[in-house]
């Protein structure tokens, strides 16, 4: 499908939508070429999510969506259409991914670094110089990006712009994060998929007490919560991998008490397994209304855009 075939379907899907429902098309501002400015992006940003916000919409923040999956961009923007998705911060393996997504949909992308893992930190400094607002997620265990945090860390402290991490909740990995926090509590982490266990094994304690606790011995400490939804009903007993739902489907008591009582820490973020725009579209749909409708309505807001918009401007939101 052609690029200006996709953006008309796109435009269709959120028609549809749209029509099953109180809100109404958000008046977008019009494509043009990406401001070279921070202030002047910061700007094109707010008026993306003041349109949406005005035509009836909780708008959300994607935070740290990767490019990998999404060879072409336009796909992505066709998904947060659907979804109800104001902006998405995004990385990728090269930075020329990054720029060129950018490029098209300068109202609706926000550039990242690099993943950690594909640039030295020269390359990570000079691209957050030249106006990315946030450094990309490092994916996976690797020895060389576990070496490399402490760097990092020293960079988003540096610089004070986010580092997106997308972590097991393992007890090593933990641990090495919190020695290093501490060491340099000014610099701004990101644990995307809170919620999620992929190995139960690996961290039998984990769920929304240690979130608590992290989150009151770091104050520069946030987390995306996970897309991943209720676990299906099983006959045979076994290991919880997402924790955000009681057995009936629901946001438990628990975790609804976590997120209003800590609502400064928590962000919107996709699941990396996305890569459709129905699939994205999908699990966001499916986050606002198991997650988000369940709050009380300031967190709402929080969770959804606010603390997003904070984290990557270093401003408040202003209503």
């Known amino acids: 499908m052609r690029p200006r075939s996709r953006s008309l379907a796109a435009a269709l899907a959120l028609a549809l939508l749209l ?12 494509a043009g070429a990406l401001p070279p400015g921070r202030a002047e992006r910061v700007a094109l940003y707010e008026r ?22 999404w060879p072409d961009p336009s796909r992505l923007v066709e998904g947060m259409d659907r979804a109800g998705v104001a902006l998405a911060a995004v990385t990728a393996p090269a930075e020329a991914a990054i720029l060129e997504a950018a490029r098209r949909h300068p109202a609706r992308l926000i550039p990242l670094t690099s993943a950690p893992g594909e640039g030295s930190p020269a390359s990570l400094r000079r691209q957050i110089e030249a106006g990315a607002f946030g450094i990309g997620v490092p994916f996976g265990p690797a020895k060389e990006e576990r070496e490399a945090l402490e760097a990092l860390l020293r960079l988003a402290e540096e610089r004070r712009v986010p580092l997106v991490l997308r972590m097991e909740p393992e007890d090593g990995a933990l641990g090495r994060l919190e020695r290093q926090m501490r060491s340099l509590p000014g610099a701004p ?32 400490l946030f987390f995306t919560l996970t897309q991943a939804p209720p676990a299906e009903p099983s006959p045979a007993p076994r290991a919880r991998r997402v924790h955000l739902y009681d057995p009936g489907g629901g946001l438990s008591h628990e975790w609804r008490a976590l997120l209003d009582a800590r609502n400064r820490h928590f962000l919107a973020g996709s699941s990396p397994e996305a890569d459709t725009p129905a699939f994205y579209a999908g699990r966001m749909e499916g986050f606002r209304k198991r997650v988000l409708d369940a709050l009380s309505p300031a967190s709402r807001h929080r969770l959804a855009y606010q603390n997003a918009w904070r984290l990557l401007t270093g401003e408040e939101w202003r209503e």
């Open 48 to 69: 993306t999510l003041r349109a949406f916000l005005e035509a009836g919409w909780l708008p959300l923040i994607d935070v740290g969506v990767s490019l990998a999956r």
């Open 189 to 220: 982490v990101v644990w995307a998929e809170a919620g999620l266990t992929p190995r139960p094994e690996g961290h039998p304690g984990y769920g929304h007490a240690l979130l608590r606790a992290l989150s009151l011995r770091h104050p520069n």
């Open 19 to 30: 029509g099953a429902g109180c809100a109404r098309r958000p008046d977008l501002p019009a």
